[in-house]
């Protein structure tokens, strides 16, 4: 597990202990903003790209990645603000835990397209290696 993932992980939580701070209080605004913008959106982007994609560090891709990370952040923002809105019980500490609960879990969990170490390798019978017609 890398640092940065394990980082990842960890910043909800230290956005959480900013909002113990006074409302209005510029460091919390600019932690929380940058939290919300995006940190639930680059743990979702493992999730996002496609089994297959090829990790290509290309200035296009660089750029590709961070705007879905910001698309994908300001998203999962608002299912959380709204939902919270819907139930009655919208509060600023609430929704930061709440996505600092989901962007834990979406940056610690595996990957679901990795193979298993323990798989055995596929093996295929004589005829479709050969090529003879049955």
């Known amino acids: 597990m890398s640092f940065r993932r394990v980082g990842l992980a960890l910043s909800g939580w230290v956005t959480a202990a900013f909002t113990a701070l006074p409302p209005g209080m510029f460091l919390r605004v600019a932690v929380v903003t940058v939290f919300l913008v995006v940190c639930p959106g680059l743990a979702a982007v493992r999730w996002a790209r496609p089994p297959g994609a090829v990790r290509d560090p290309d200035r296009v891709a660089v750029l590709e ?70």
């Open 65 to 134: 990645s961070c705007v879905l990370a910001v698309v994908l952040s300001l998203t999962l923002s608002v299912l959380v603000a709204e939902a919270l809105f819907l139930a009655g019980a919208f509060t600023l500490v609430g929704a930061v835990l709440i996505l600092a609960a989901v962007t834990s879990a979406l940056s610690l969990a595996p990957r679901p397209d990795r193979k298993r170490r323990n798989a055995a390798p596929h093996t295929q019978g004589p005829a479709e290696t050969t090529g003879a017609p049955r």
